[in-house]
């Protein structure tokens, strides 16, 4: 256990309870209108007809927006469902993860469009049932990591999951995100019971928000530290400066290349996903990239980054007491390790 777990479990503590009772309370002021406005409906004589069914109606309407403050379900993500027996290599490397880091099993493994990994823990009917869990990985990411390396950085998603092993962990972390959700809904509405509501909500809502980054940054670096045991701090912080200059150069290089033959072509000449493999492997300069290193490990995220910044994470991991930065690893891409007769298709 790290020194900040303690801190990680208070936090994770009081704003599940606070997201509780919010999400109580409104769900109680929904029922309670409606039932208020059904018992307004009650016979009436004519003289007081219509003040009634006007109090009816604007309870009816208060019950009804709360009700669709509530619903807003996590966002299901786009990307290709890949069955197990397409990718047998990478189901068995996530499973042994999963056993070594004493995580729960990843239910579905999904191909996405992001330079990015992430694993959802989400309950199966959206706000209800059982937990199901869901793997997101990039295609960009598997082509910019050797399998080794790749298996570095599932080995920090998955870190995440070592923490919501049990049911009361898992639907802590839901609570809280639902209640993050639905505030942001109140948000965007622009109804004269919203504006009150978030007058009320403000001082809970801005405390909520930080300390909602401040255990995003520590669950960052209980992963990292999970993950280095399972893996190697070396290994770890090698995948992250690799993942980090890689992504620059898709983002700065690669990407602006690809838009560009749009301007003066109908048709483009390249699959851009398809061809991206090719496109690290002759564009991606080494050289050049290690010039820009530097760059990289002195920048600095914002007050409200919810991931740390490179050069926190490598000093969290001590990886300058281990000799230095990590060697670049050599050999064929994650993606064509494990994707070499889906990558047309999946393209």
């Known amino acids: 256990m790290s020194a900040t777990a303690p801190l990680a479990a208070q936090l994770r503590l009081r704003l599940a309870v606070r997201a509780a009772a919010g999400l109580g309370l409104l769900a109680a002021l929904s029922v309670a209108c409606a039932l208020m406005s059904v018992r307004m409906l009650a016979p009436l ?42 990718v047998p290599g ?7 993860l999963c056993a070594q880091l004493g995580a729960r099993r990843i239910d579905h493994i999904v191909v996405t469009p992001d330079m990015n990994a992430a694993v959802l823990c989400r309950p199966a009917f959206g706000l209800c049932g059982p937990m199901r869990t869901t793997l997101l990985l990039g295609i960009p990411l598997a082509h910019s990591l ?3 390396q790749l298996s570095a950085v599932l080995a920090h998603e998955l870190a995440h999951l070592s923490a919501q092993l049990d049911r009361a962990g898992a639907w802590s972390a839901h609570l809280r995100t639902w209640w993050l959700r639905c505030v942001d809904r109140i948000d965007g509405d622009r109804s004269v019971t919203a504006r009150l509501l978030l007058w ?5 809502a801005r405390m ?4 909602s ?17 399972a893996v190697g701090s070396p290994a770890l912080a090698g995948a992250l400066i690799e993942l980090a200059m890689k992504d620059r150069f898709l983002h700065d290089d690669y990407w602006v290349r690809v838009m560009d033959q749009a301007e003066d072509r109908r048709r483009p000449r390249m699959r851009p ?8 492997q002759v564009g991606f300069v080494r050289r050049e990239a290690l010039a820009g290193l530097d760059h990289l490990l002195r920048s600095d995220g914002g007050s409200l980054d919810t991931h740390p910044s490179l050069p ?15 060697v670049a690893a050599e050999g064929p891409s994650a993606a064509e390790h494990y994707f070499a007769g889906l990558l047309p298709t999946l393209s």
């Open 45 to 86: 004589d004519t003289l007081s007809a219509l003040p009634h069914l006007l109090a009816a109606g604007l309870l009816a309407t208060v019950a009804l927006r709360t009700l669709y403050w509530l619903w807003v379900p996590p966002s299901r993500g786009a990307g290709i469902l890949l069955p197990d027996a397409r």
């Open 208 to 211: 909520d928000l930080e300390q």
């Open 273 to 280: 996903f398809r061809e991206m493999g090719l496109g690290v």
């Open 312 to 326: 926190e994470r490598l000093e969290a991991l001590r990886i300058g007491r281990l000799g230095g930065l990590p």
């Open 213 to 229: 980054v401040a255990l995003s940054r520590l669950d960052e670096f209980e992963a990292d530290a999970v993950a280095s045991r």
């Open 90 to 96: 990478l189901r068995r490397r996530v499973d042994r």
């Open 146 to 148: 050797t399998a080794r």
């Open 200 to 204: 009320l909500l403000a001082p809970v």
